[in-house]
């Protein structure tokens, strides 16, 4: 008789951290959200920013059974006993009015201060507060925007060809970013702007979202943390009960389970 190989319980973390999902575009990785919300459990779950892409869905809908698939998994969390924290970004800051309420078991929140088990203080902020694109010239941001979403179309049927010949996601987008050097050097002078406000606030560290550029670095002695995103990484920011905070890159962490599933498989029937 064959047994049934039951899948591993989720892993516990004390906190998790995401951001810039992009629900409503189709650049966002969501069945692989799904996969990873599946299988990692929280005490704590910070939405942080540009969870729903407001700006494309304003020009044209779009939301496939596993948008809203997101949504439903994360409102079943907070229902459970998750404490769901959602800080909105620029690309659904309709959702800023709603700041300080609560809307099933979500509380909304313009910012949030997370204290580690070290009783260390972060500050939580999507961060597009210190772009000065998005600040000062929309427009531009919007300009950007739609270049981007045509990257990342050209990204996923380039993506769709590495799958066929049995290699792992690599985000080509990512890749032309940080090569362009304006680029780089913008996401440098954002790092040290949202360490410094959270230096001159006198707290320990910063957890931001934005730019879609996951880190964990010590600024001036400032921690700042990226969570990176879900449209070309595929990243969170987790903190386990000892304090500890490291990026989970999901798609390759994905990967590598595919890889593995088959050899178990294989030993376990020849066990047989």
Not at 55 to 82: C, E, F, S
Not at 132 to 146: F, P, S
Not at 151 to 174: C, D, Q
């Amino acid at each position: 008789m064959t047994a049934i190989e039951r899948p591993p319980p989720p892993a516990r973390h004390r906190a998790i951290f995401l951001s810039d999902i992009h629900l409503g575009t189709r650049g966002c990785q969501a069945e692989l959200l799904l996969d990873f919300l599946k299988k990692n459990e929280s005490e704590y779950l910070y939405l942080v920013g540009d969870i729903v892409d407001g700006w494309r869905l304003k020009r044209w809908w779009y939301w496939p059974r596993p948008h809203n698939d997101v949504v439903q998994k994360i409102m079943r969390k907070a229902r459970k006993g998750t404490h769901v924290i959602y800080i909105p970004g620029n690309h659904d800051e309709a959702a800023r009015q709603y700041c300080q309420l609560t809307f099933g078991d979500v509380r909304v929140e313009e910012e949030w201060i997370h204290e580690t088990p070290e009783g260390k203080k972060l500050l939580v902020i999507h961060g597009d507060q210190f772009d000065g694109i998005v600040r000062y010239a929309k427009w531009l941001a919007i300009l950007g925007d739609w270049a981007y979403t045509v990257a990342l179309r050209v990204n996923t049927t380039f993506n769709w060809g590495r799958r066929k010949l049995g290699l792992s996601y690599w985000s080509l987008s990512a890749y032309l970013k940080h090569k362009v050097k304006n680029a780089v050097q913008f996401i440098t002078d954002f790092e040290d702007a949202v360490a410094g406000e959270a230096r001159r606030r006198g707290l320990d560290g910063v957890v931001c979202g934005h730019i879609h550029h996951a880190a964990i670095r010590d600024i001036g002695g400032v921690l700042y943390c990226n969570d990176g995103d879900w449209v070309e990484s595929c990243s969170a920011l987790v903190e386990d009960f000892d304090g500890r905070l490291r990026i989970v890159h999901w798609a390759e962490e994905a990967a590598r389970e595919r890889s593995v599933l088959p050899y178990r498989a294989s030993t376990r029937l020849a066990a047989e």
